[in-house]
């Protein structure tokens, strides 16, 4: 039995983007790895699971020949369902021991702000914080499937490094987001207070009927230099320490003076 | 034009679910309705959104002929998207004016815990929040589609009526789960930090190949007075404030011990 560390990988653009492969070469400098990742893109998936249908869970050898691929340093399978799935799969049918950290990503774009919300690689990532696992989701600020994952991987370095030595309290993960091209360095930040602005693109199909697109703004008010949003402008990485308990706790007093006890015995 | 309240009403289990009809029902004592919900079950979407489809939006006027159903009181859509879609449309191509509040539900089954990051029906609500909306998502604790909903109306009635004439800050809205049968009072309380143990149904189809079930069983460890599981179990309709700043503020102290300036210029 191995004694490296275990590391548990997934993401939300599927097991052919190039993102999780850069992420796993990273990975396999740590320890063992153990991917599983939707067999297609699953991006802005949000926190969904597949309950009204069956699901597939296949192994592959061909995720990338240059990397060391034996059962002990990288296994790696596709799994039909939502990245949320892939890692609730991976927890009970794969994994005998729990990893020392779950990674997500290299997300194709950016999961900052109001994102964080919307994204199937950063859902993965809380899923795995929920049944107790260190977790990080790894995003870079380029769309594009081409982009270049260098110079996001001293990011991953720093940021697995300094985790693995540390703890968070249960039910906190972190949010990495890292800008396109040089990196200056990380800041620790809030997730920016931003919305998309919808606008969907309404068209005719060839039979006369409307379909639309969903196409939007992003509109960012929140103008603190405390936010991912900012670090990112400025060339910084941000990590953001993210929780899954979505209790107001600031709101408890306030909606307890609503007098909701008038409507006892109801 | 109309002078009363504009209530926006979606859900996750679809528009011919009994649930909404029964919320539809309430909210129209309370102004005019536009219902626009997903013409298909979407439960467990989560904040999924459609971006890589075209999304069909259509009016349907068989709702519920014994309800009043003119371009006043009533307007009722079938989208083919997700809970979220339904709202962001609903925005862009269907309000012409802000609604008073949006009600999301009533779901067939609860949301109470670690349900709510899982629940279309909540993220309906909380992408109206998000839009800067007044946002409530019902949930009853009754899976079933015969589910007696009149006991729900009353909790319904008690959490709209005080909402109506009261603000929660920007990025707050509520969870509101109700249990089966008769409903004792309305309890505020924090979310439960309880979770689902994965146990997959492997199961072998006719070609000889695997494929799996999703099931689990909720695990409930905190046995605080004060959170949404234990009103419920109590008989007590539970009011969750609920928030979609993922940020863990009380976190960002501690981070910021963890050295990261040390990889400036990485």
Same mark, same amino acid.
């Given at each position: ?67 060391? !691929?034996?059962?002990? /340093? ?5 799994? #039909? +369902? @939502?990245?949320?799935?892939? %890692?609730?799969?991976? =927890? *009970? ?14 997300? !194709?774009?950016?999961? /900052? ?5 919307? #994204? +199937? @690689?950063?859902?993965?990532? %809380?899923?795995?914080? =929920? *049944? ?135």
């Amino acid at each position: 039995m191995s004694l490296r560390p275990l590391i548990l990988v997934s993401n939300d653009d599927g097991i052919t983007a190039p993102g999780i492969r850069a992420l796993v070469e990273v990975a396999l400098e740590f320890g063992d790895v153990l991917v599983v990742a939707p067999d297609k893109p699953q991006s802005a998936m949000g926190h969904a699971i597949t309950i009204n249908q069956p699901i597939r869970l296949v192994e592959i050898h061909n995720f990338d020949y240059s990397l060391p !691929h034996d059962k002990h /340093s990288l296994r790696t399978y596709q799994c #039909s +369902g @939502t990245p949320v799935d892939c %890692v609730k799969i991976a =927890i *009970d049918k794969l994994l005998d021991r729990r990893p020392d950290i779950m990674l997500s990503g290299i997300n !194709h774009g950016s999961n /900052s702000s109001i994102n964080v919300i919307y #994204s +199937g @690689t950063m859902s993965a990532a %809380v899923e795995a914080s =929920i *049944d107790g696992m260190k977790a990080v989701g790894f995003s870079l600020c380029d769309y594009a499937w081409t982009a270049d994952f260098e110079p996001a991987k001293s990011v991953i370095r720093a940021v697995v490094t300094e985790y693995l030595n540390r703890e968070l309290p249960y039910g906190t993960l972190l949010n990495v987001n890292i800008p396109k091209g040089e990196v200056k360095g990380l800041k620790i930040c809030r997730q920016a207070m931003a919305k998309w602005k919808e606008d969907f693109d309404r068209r005719t199909d060839p039979f006369g009927r409307d379909y639309f697109w969903m196409t939007g703004q992003f509109v960012n008010e929140d103008h603190g230099q405390d936010t991912d949003e900012w670090a990112l402008s400025q060339g910084y990485a941000s990590i953001v320490p993210t929780q899954f308990d979505l209790t107001d706790h600031n709101r408890m007093g306030s909606l307890n003076q609503w007098g909701f006890e008038r409507y006892d015995k109801i």
